[in-house]
């Protein structure tokens, strides 16, 4: 079982930036996928963005060319630099992981508020 704890949440000014961490640990094999997702009051969860092992990224298109992905393979860890944020980016956000442990699994941290209001 891998446990993720996110860290980096707050409350930022429309057009500021938050840096969020994620920080696997565990018993497992390897960490495959890595990302975010994030759910706002009265909406579905959905997909802010993704990062490989090798680094290939996928964004959503909401977020493309604000906010970026990356990871720290030799730490397990995964960030996400948010910048130029929006009222509507104000949401729980959630980290999510794909470890091999004899077969794929997955699981999701706790999650992390982020609120952006003037």
């Known amino acids: 079982q891998v446990e993720l704890v996110e860290s980096g949440g707050g409350l930022v000014q429309p057009g500021g930036s938050l840096r969020l961490s994620c920080a696997a640990s565990g018993r497992f094999f390897s960490i495959a996928t890595m990302g975010w997702h994030r759910q706002a009051p009265g909406k579905q969860r959905e997909l802010v963005a993704t990062i490989t092992t090798g680094g290939n990224t996928n964004y959503a298109d909401s977020v493309r060319d604000r906010f970026t992905i990356s990871r720290d393979n030799a730490k397990n860890t995964v960030y996400l630099q948010m910048n130029s944020l929006k009222p509507e980016d104000t949401a729980v956000y959630y980290c999510?992981?794909?470890?091999?442990?004899?077969?794929?699994?997955?699981?999701w941290g706790q999650g992390t508020q982020v609120t952006v209001s003037s």
């Open positions: 999510n992981a794909v470890y091999l442990v004899g077969s794929y699994r997955s699981n």
